[in-house]
């Protein structure tokens, strides 16, 4: 890593110990308005040492200036207020970590101890059109198993997706009365809703012996009958089309391959009950196989059941997902699981994280809720059609290529119409994945597609706008930023403002990938994007007054294009090269 912060922490904790043999000290560095760091462990140590935090962090100094443990990175360092340590950074130090940044492949990202992370996003229901509520985890998840591989880690994708259960009798029984190669049986693959509703409408009905069949049919699929099973695959295959579609338009990495629905692991739920039956966990209540997992009660203060075996023999989603987390921790060997889920489900997963704990199926395991926040419409209630049903997600996603278009057609006239279309979709689409991971994942947002199509503010767009703009500054010069390697020098205050921008970069994305909050990357995206602006404005890059310092500036606007780059790559967004 490049950032001063990582680079500073150790030398300040080696002072500490030269000068009171105390090891392994926190030096609490922080940002400060007044200097490039600021050293706090003075307050946190005159307890420790008995003695004033201004003499503390006096004699910190002189322990710094004893080994020369700065003078190759720092200017100055002042003692300041009660005992804070203000550092400010050599210019040449500053220029050289940026010009070793850019070179380095992973332009400063960390490199942890490497995990197995298990991320369950996204969960679609087959035969079910995805509505906005599926958004955020979708994207949300992407950011993070992008990011996490970025950083080394083994991602292993699970899409759970719901394929199973009392629903498909009918749904099946549908499918056979349209034909399968019928018109009415592709809807599964572009309006799966009305296929759905369809076939509902006919159950409720109950003409004929439509229900009856359709009740007979769940009873064949879940006792294996293997020309149900073939029909069942067949309808999995549609839907999947229709699920592609989605995540094809929205640019994230979800395949086939990483589809892990609830039919996944149906062989394993009567083992699961009678596992927890035998460690004396699972006790049956009112006729149903329920675990009562210490700490959760309901309102009346009585314990509250995670109900693993219904009255009538049926298994629910508590028991799928223990099977669930059973085979994420032990056959896939997760370090951490993440799932990427709305906050409502907050409390099931809660039950279920500690009844798998219990069951002693976690081992080091750390299983993560990543709670995901509701969408709001203009008024403040979650986003939904007039007649009060979800958002259909393709519609909403076409509606932000069209509106991008109109944008990039009344200002791009000048390109063809596939550039304008390509552009417009880059925009579209990033706008509304920008929009949802720039604000923290567990809180709510109103969907504006004003304010996400902004050119100006904390959007998508502008900081497509700023990449833009610099893959313009490199074509008027006639270089490939690639090319780009001048000795980076540092004069104007906005050179070095934006140097010290990019070399927070790999302190960011580990921060993300820690804490897994998109939005701390969006915010850094962001805040580089308008430090280049500043520079841009302060220092003439093409115009410099000299070769040397235009190759500077060169190689400083290409450290940041490369930088947002690969920041907009992480979130799942793309940097168009024209706006």
Same mark, same amino acid.
Request: proline share 5%; glycine share 8%.
């Given at each position: ?111 942890? /101890? ?22 955020? @985890? ?44 019928? =018109? ?21 009905? /109950? ?41 094809? @338009?929205?640019?994230? @990495? ?20 009678? /596992? ?167 809180? /709510? ?111 400083? @606007? ?10 907009? =790559? ?10």
């Amino acid at each position: 890593m490049f950032d001063p912060a990582a680079i500073l922490g150790p030398r300040v904790s080696a002072a500490i110990e030269a000068a009171f043999g105390l090891r392994d000290v926190d030096p609490v560095l922080r940002p400060s308005q007044f200097a490039d760091v600021q050293v706090n462990a003075a307050l946190a140590l005159a307890k420790q040492v008995g003695a004033p935090p201004r003499d503390v962090a006096t004699r910190l100094v002189a322990a710094l200036d004893a080994d020369g443990a700065f003078a190759d990175v720092a200017a100055k360092v002042e003692v300041s207020g009660p005992g804070f340590l203000n550092i400010t950074l050599r210019d040449d130090w500053i220029a050289a970590q940026v010009g070793a940044q850019a070179g380095d492949p992973r332009r400063g990202l960390p490199t942890p /101890e490497p995990q197995v992370v298990p991320i369950d996003y996204s969960a679609p229901n087959v035969a079910k059109e995805m509505h906005v509520g599926h958004l955020r @985890t979708t994207v949300v998840g992407d950011a993070l198993a992008r990011t996490l591989e970025a950083l080394g880690h083994r991602v292993v994708r699970q899409n759970h997706i719901g394929d199973w259960g009392t629903p498909f009798g009918m749904l099946i029984e549908h499918l056979l009365e349209v034909g399968e190669d019928s =018109d009415a049986a592709r809807l599964l693959e572009t309006d799966p809703n009305t296929f759905y509703q369809a076939a509902r409408a006919k159950f409720d009905a /109950e003409e004929g012996d439509f229900a009856t069949r359709s009740r007979a049919r769940v009873v064949a699929l879940q006792g294996g009958d293997e020309a149900t099973l073939a029909i069942w695959r067949r309808m999995i295959e549609l839907s999947k089309h229709y699920f592609n579609r989605i995540y094809t @338009t929205l640019d994230v @990495t979800l395949r086939d391959e990483h589809l892990a629905g609830e039919s996944t692991y149906d062989p394993m739920l009567e083992g699961i009950c009678d /596992e927890l039956e035998a460690k004396g966990l699972a006790v049956v209540s009112q006729g149903a196989l329920c675990v009562f997992p210490p700490g959760f009660t309901g309102r009346d203060g009585t314990p509250l059941p995670l109900i693993i075996r219904k009255s009538d023999g049926g298994y629910g989603y508590a028991t799928t997902d223990l099977a669930t987390i059973k085979h994420r921790a032990q056959d896939l060997h997760a370090d951490r699981i993440l799932y990427v889920v709305g906050a409502p489900q907050h409390l099931h997963l809660s039950m279920i994280f500690e009844v798998a704990r219990l069951a002693g199926w976690l081992g080091d395991t750390e299983p993560v809720h990543v709670q995901i926040g509701n969408v709001l419409g203009a008024d403040g209630k979650i986003l939904k059609t007039r007649s009060g049903a979800p958002i259909r997600l393709m519609a909403l996603l076409e509606e932000a290529v069209e509106r991008a278009g109109a944008v990039v057609d009344a200002a791009r006239g000048d390109l063809d119409d596939d550039e304008r279309s390509a552009i417009a979709r880059q925009v579209g689409i990033g706008a509304v994945k920008y929009a949802d991971l720039s604000v923290a994942h567990d809180t /709510e947002y109103v969907f504006d597609f004003d304010r996400m199509l902004a050119l100006n503010g904390n959007t998508g767009p502008y900081l497509q706008y700023a990449a833009a703009r610099i893959y313009s500054i490199f074509r008027k010069a006639g270089l490939d930023p690639a090319d780009a390697r001048g000795a980076v020098v540092l004069g104007e205050p906005a050179e070095r403002a934006l140097g010290l921008a990019l070399l927070d970069f790999g302190a960011v994305v580990g921060d993300v990938a820690a804490l897994l909050a998109p939005h701390r990357l969006c915010t850094y995206l962001f805040e580089l994007a308008q430090a280049f602006t500043a520079f841009y404005d302060a220092c003439p890059v093409l115009t410099a007054p000299t070769d040397e310092l235009r190759a500077s500036r060169l190689a400083l @606007t290409a450290a940041v294009l490369g930088t947002l780059v690969e920041g907009l =790559d992480l979130l799942g967004i793309a940097a168009p090269e024209r706006m």
